[in-house]
């Protein structure tokens, strides 16, 4: 009975000094628990920033398409781009930059269809008679004749009747416009010239 007696106390102040070992422990993992609660909270911040970034993008995306929109309501829209004319006559480089300030570029057409129905818009929003400077030069090597993005052009449309096959205005004429007078044919210019233009903008 006695040594039944001894081992349950035994037992009990085993399990007493488990107890207070655990309580002494226990605040030694609450620095712990604090970095897992931080950390959470760190990885939280960095997804609920991501969302906010998302959610900025997306709306930059639909003003863009809401202005792009605009756009093609004000002018015309011709394949997968849209074309705003502008009347104002103006020199290749300030032409250039008044487009690229909307978001845009100067016309450039990649195909006989799409210079086709450019022609057609400048002669009824600009005039029959008019020109309009396109995305096009030589300006950085004569007779290399690049876009916007200084690519060389693959589609052109140079006017070849006449006497003098275009272009042909050398160092002196560097910057190409479309002449609706001439059925959409394209002309080289000196870019000091004052033309109209018209701006395109890609459709996302």
Request: net charge neutral.
């Amino acid at each position: 009975m006695e040594s039944t007696r001894t081992f349950l106390l035994l037992g009990l102040l085993l399990l007493y000094l488990t107890h207070q070992s655990d309580q002494q422990l226990a605040p030694k993992k609450k620095p712990t628990a604090k970095k897992d609660v931080q950390s959470q909270a760190s990885v939280a911040i960095k997804e609920l920033q991501q969302q906010i970034n998302e959610i900025i993008e997306e709306m930059t995306v639909l003003k863009e398409q809401q202005a792009l929109q605009t756009v093609c309501l004000k002018g015309t829209k011709i394949n997968r781009k849209c074309f705003l004319a502008d009347k104002l006559k103006k020199t290749y480089h300030t032409a250039s930059e008044d487009c690229i300030s909307k978001g845009g570029t100067l016309s450039t057409p990649l195909t006989s269809d799409e210079n086709y129905h450019l022609s057609e818009y400048v002669r009824q929003s600009i005039g029959p008679n008019e020109k309009i400077w396109l995305g096009v030069n030589d300006m950085q090597t004569e007779g290399v004749w690049v876009d916007k993005y200084s690519s060389a052009v693959v589609y052109k449309n140079w006017e070849a009747s006449g006497r003098s096959p275009q272009p042909d205005g050398g160092s002196a004429e560097n910057c190409a416009v479309l002449s609706e007078g001439s059925g959409g044919k394209w002309l080289d210019e000196n870019c000091r010239q004052e033309r109209a233009s018209v701006c395109e903008f890609n459709i996302v």
